[in-house]
């Protein structure tokens, strides 16, 4: 699900990106909770052993890490995350 206007491109380099591929407790719904935090600008639901792909951009290091660590990893229904950071 694209949460942004598909018509708006980043250049890359301007922002920090990473990808974070979320496996939920069985049966759980995490759509509202990733809709609501800033830095998730689209995720799929996805089949196979992770259940969701998540794209984050911020602004600096430390925010995409804060977003990660502290809001996507603490939502109630998430059991494990992988994430990949994007390399210049």
Do not use: C, P, W
Not at 32 to 42: A, P, R
């Amino acid at each position: 699900m694209l949460k942004e206007d598909s018509n708006t491109l980043n250049v890359v380099g301007t922002m920090n990106v990473a990808f974070v591929l979320i496996n939920a407790e069985m049966g759980s719904d995490l759509t509202k909770d990733l809709k609501e935090i800033q830095e998730v600008k689209e995720f799929y639901g996805v089949y196979g052993v992770y259940d969701y792909v998540v794209r984050l951009e911020a602004e600096n290091m430390e925010k995409l890490k804060d977003a990660i660590t502290n809001k996507i990893r603490r939502l109630k229904n998430v059991r494990s995350t992988l994430t990949m950071m994007v390399i210049d």
